[in-house]
Structure formats: structure tokens, C-alpha cells
């Protein structure tokens, strides 16, 4: 009979490996989410990067304007037509001044109002500034001083380009830096970095100093993450910036992977209950086909498969099928009724346990006919006598069903593989022959 389904009607080691096979999806599932989101937030990162070189170098170019000016005029430049440029350069946030330094002293500067410290200050007399300014004339393009404190207050970049005179005879002559400083973080406003937070993103933009390897930040969310973040460069002249950003609910998605977790342990859980079922609901058509309902041992369908299967195997081992009828059975059904002899079927099946053990596997054919398979080792005439008088002795002793005394005895006969046939139905005649020959001889 199956058990009730219960919280023990399960598999246990379907259950586990049901918890198995989900660990290894779900870290798997991890793993290739991790990687996604990754690969977007490199993605996102290279967008922000190249708006922020876009913007800077639009930035930067602005100094171009004023360079022309001071080309035009064969490096001459009146105050007013200055100013007039410069302000047409104010069309964005950030810029704090747009100056140009005569021979790399700061002579024009707008607007002039909080800038009057740096007039008539000298690029090339400032430990800070005059490394960044050599190096824009020797590469003859725009270089960048900063992002640090600005002499005239606040935090932002100088962008200098050196404007070189070109003469006729192909000399040229410098004359000065075109200028833009900018202030920081202001100037990046275009670039939208605040809006990495609506999509899920904290952020920093950052470079090292110029003088040792200390981080200074240029702009950052209010905000941060301990995950490991991914970077990305930013080309400025003479400077490289990164961008990090690191996502607010990090890599790893741990409530979907709770919730990936529960699911597979329920699923686990189910189908570890629903093997169980089909394993018991096999195990009792298995009872049921192959079974003896009354005595438990095993039916003449189940005799018919097993013989007939060791016989079709390449290598066929000798074996003995002994063959029992009860005498006087039908009297003792008359006498005491179906009941008591049913009852004593199984009493007799259980004897034959006692003799057999575990050396045989026992059968009923039917009413009151039984039926031993042995493995054969040694001598078959041995065997046979030994197994006669172990059952003689088991059946000396009576009965006792229902406080009723019964004395029976058994006919036995018996077949051996190959000697006596090499099939089903020939080693079961001849065990039949010989036991009814036992029978009449009594």
C-alpha cells in the first residue's frame, strides 16, 4: 500500500539534485546577467565619454576665434575688438574667461570684473602653469592646466593655444596664448551626467594629478557604490580623464536570485513528490502483475519473465526449480474452510522462507502449488536432498492457525537447467512429473 503523500512522500535525491541542476542554472543565469549589464554600462560609459571630448574640444576651439583676430591683425589687437569676441564666446555654461597673453603675460581678459588678480601675470613665471605652457609651444597645439584652484577663485581648466606669426621668409614668431578658462563642474552641465542616476547608474569623473598619483575629482554623483565599477578614458590634450560608473543596485541582482532560488526549490520539491508517487504507483502495478496477493512471493507471470530471461542471456548459469504441492490440502479447505486454508498458504510460504533464505526466489503458481529457484552450486543431487530435508523437518513440525492444529506434509519436484531442459515449459514439466511421481509415492 503507498504511503500518504506527506512532507517525507518525497525523493531525497531527486530533491537534491533538483537543488543542484537550480544552483548551477541560477549561478549561470548570474553570471550571463552580470556580463549584460556590464556590456551596457560599457556602452553607456563610451556614450558619456565621447559627448564629454565633444564638448571640451568645442570648448577649446572657441580659442581659435581669438587666434584668427590676433592673425588678421598681424598680431595686433585693440581692447574693444577683444571684448566684442570674447563676448560673442560667452554662449555657454562654465566659461569663466576667455583671455589672450601677448608674449605669455595676461594682458586681455574678459570679462575683467573677479579676474583683476591675473593681469600682468606671467604664464612662465608660475610653477603650476608654466609646464603646461612650454609644452603647448613645443607641440604647437592647445594644452590643459588643471582641473585645479584658479588664482582668481573657484575650481576649473585653462585651455592655452600658442599663436605663432608665420613671415614671409617661413620664420615664425609667437605671440602669445588664446585662452579659455573653465569653470568645473559647470562647464560639463551640456553633458548630462546627473542623468546616469535615472538609469540606474552612480558615477565619478576624475583624473590624477599632475604631480603625483592622487585622484581629483572633477564631478560626481552625491552618491556612491562599493561595487567594482567600469571605467572609461577621455582624451583631452596633454590629459587623460575616466569615467566610472557603478550600478546603484549593483551587479548582482539578489532578489532575483531569491526569487529564481525559491522557484527551483518548489520545482525541485514537486517533482521530487510527484517521482515518489510514480516510483510507489510503479511499485504496487509491479506488486499487482508480479505479486501473489495472498502469500506475497512471486506469481507464475513473474516465473515465466524471470526463467525465460536467464535463459536468453549469452551466458547461462545451472540453476534448480524445485516444485511443491501440499497434500491434503483440499481436506483441510473442506474441514475448516477458505479462511483457515488461505491462512495456512501463508504459513506454508513462510516455511519455505525458512528453508530457502535468501538462496532462492519463491513463487506460487496457484492454489496450493509452490515453486523455489536455486542457484546451483556443487552437486544437483546433493542440493536436492539437502533442500528435501530441510523442508521435511520445517513441515514436521504442525500447523497452528486460529489455535487449530494442522499436520501437512508436501510433494517435491524438481528440474535442473541445462539437463533436464533448456526452456520454460520442458523444466517445468519435468519438475510437475516428479513431483506427482513424489506424490503417488507416498
Known amino acids: 500500500m503507498m504511503k500518504k503523500t506527506g512532507i517525507k512522500a518525497f525523493d531525497i535525491k531527486v530533491f537534491f539534485g533538483g537543488i543542484i541542476i537550480t544552483c548551477c542554472l541560477v549561478a549561470y543565469s548570474a553570471f550571463t546577467s552580470v556580463e549584460m549589464l556590464k556590456r551596457d554600462a560599457r556602452h553607456v560609459a563610451d556614450v558619456y565619454s565621447a559627448r564629454s571630448e565633444m564638448l571640451l574640444n568645442s570648448l577649446f576651439h572657441k580659442t581659435d576665434v581669438v587666434e584668427a583676430i590676433v592673425l588678421?591683425?598681424?598680431?595686433?589687437?585693440?581692447?574693444s575688438v577683444f571684448e566684442n569676441v570674447a563676448k560673442?564666446?560667452?554662449?555657454?555654461?562654465g566659461i569663466r574667461a576667455v583671455?589672450?597673453?601677448?608674449?605669455g603675460i595676461v594682458e586681455y581678459c574678459y570679462p575683467l570684473q573677479g579676474n583683476e588678480a591675473v593681469i600682468g601675470s606671467s604664464v612662465f613665471n608660475d610653477p603650476k602653469r608654466r609646464k603646461d605652457a612650454l609644452l603647448a609651444l613645443e607641440t604647437r597645439e592647445?594644452?590643459?592646466?588643471?582641473?585645479?584652484?584658479?588664482?582668481?577663485?573657484g575650481f576649473g581648466l585653462i585651455g592655452r593655444n600658442p599663436v605663432f606669426l608665420t613671415r614671409e621668409n617661413t620664420d615664425e614668431k609667437f605671440l602669445g596664448f588664446s585662452v579659455i578658462i573653465l569653470d568645473l563642474p559647470a562647464a560639463l552641465k551640456p553633458i548630462m551626467l546627473e542623468e546616469l542616476q535615472k538609469y540606474g547608474y552612480y558615477y565619478r569623473l576624475?583624473?590624477?594629478?599632475?604631480?603625483?598619483d592622487n585622484i581629483i575629482i572633477i564631478d560626481q554623483s552625491k552618491e556612491s557604490s562599493a561595487v567594482e565599477p567600469i571605467s572609461c578614458s577621455i582624451n583631452v590634450p596633454n590629459h587623460?580623464?575616466?569615467?566610472?560608473l557603478m550600478p546603484i543596485k549593483g551587479w548582482i541582482d539578489w532578489t532575483k536570485i531569491c526569487e529564481e532560488l525559491l522557484v527551483g526549490l518548489l520545482i525541485s520539491f514537486l517533482l521530487a513528490v510527484i517521482f515518489k508517487q510514480k516510483r510507489d504507483q510503479a511499485k504496487v502495478l509491479y506488486q499487482f502483475a508480479y505479486t501473489d496477493g495472498l502469500t506475497g512471493l512471486f506469481n507464475r507471470r513473474w516465473l515465466n519473465e524471470k526463467i525465460e530471461k536467464r535463459l536468453s542471456v549469452f551466458t547461462k548459469k545451472p540453476f534448480i526449480i524445485f516444485y511443491f504441492d501440499l497434500n491434503?490440502?483440499?481436506q483441510v479447505n473442506d474441514s475448516y474452510g477458505h479462511f483457515l486454508g488461505n491462512e495456512l498458504l501463508r504459513e506454508f510460504g513462510c516455511r519455505l522462507r525458512s528453508v530457502f533464505g535468501d538462496d532462492a526466489a519463491l513463487v506460487r503458481m496457484g492454489g496450493d502449488e509452490f515453486v523455489a529457484v536455486v542457484e546451483l552450486h556443487g552437486g544437483c543431487r546433493a542440493r536436492v536432498e539437502y533442500y528435501k530435508q530441510l523442508l521435511t523437518k520445517s513441515l514436521a513440525e504442525p500447523f497452528?492457525?486460529?489455535?487449530?492444529?494442522?499436520?501437512i506434509s508436501a510433494s517435491v519436484g524438481w528440474a535442473q537447467f541445462p539437463n533436464d531442459g533448456e526452456d520454460y515449459d520442458n523444466l517445468m514439466k519435468v519438475a510437475d512429473e516428479r513431483m506427482y511421481i513424489n506424490k503417488r509415492s507416498r
Open 400 to 407: 497452528v492457525v486460529d489455535d487449530v492444529v494442522i499436520n
Open 328 to 330: 491434503k490440502f483440499k
Open 99 to 103: 583671455q589672450y597673453l601677448p608674449g
Open 88 to 93: 560673442s564666446l560667452f554662449d555657454g555654461d
Open 72 to 79: 588678421a591683425n598681424n598680431g595686433e589687437l585693440s581692447q
Open 142 to 153: 592647445t594644452a590643459l592646466s588643471g582641473p585645479y584652484n584658479l588664482t582668481q577663485g
Open 240 to 244: 587623460v580623464w575616466a569615467l566610472d
Open 206 to 212: 576624475y583624473c590624477k594629478s599632475e604631480d603625483s
